[in-house]
């Protein structure tokens, strides 16, 4: 058992949407050992500027860029894989070695989540919520039926 106190500092959000959780995570993740997120999915973006570099991020955490936290996504994030493999190699492409980790419990979101999620929007009209068509609301529906697919089934080839 270490002799050094822990600290745990959460950032979360109160509001709908943009609330600037993403500079307060910005101020801490520099010396932080951990940075998690542990909600939502790519449907929105985050810009952070460290040391003159600018990086666009929508799905990892955003400690990625200062080398030393763990990023973690967690179980409660919704992970298009594509998304996902898109933003590794673009933050690779800008010299960052990323230290990331997924839960193996995040829900994936899958080609027909997000044609779904097209449908909805288009059938709805004038009366849509606002939809980004990533497929955020079909798979949060799946898991909440308890019935998604997750990043572990897509390591069980005889499952999935």
Known sequence: ????PSKITAIVGAQWGDEGKGKITDFFAGESDYVVRFHGGNNAGHTVIVEGNTFKLHLIPSGIVYGEPM??????VVVDPKALLDEIAYVKEKGILPKLMVS??????????????????GHQGDLAAGSTRRGIAPVYADKMFRNGIRMVDLLEPDVF
Do not use: T
């Open 104 to 121: 193996d419990r995040a829900h994936v979101i899958m080609p027909y989540h997000i044609a779904l999620d097209g449908a909805l929007s």
């Open 1 to 4: 058992v270490s002799s050094n």
């Open 71 to 76: 990023s973690i996504i967690g179980n409660g």
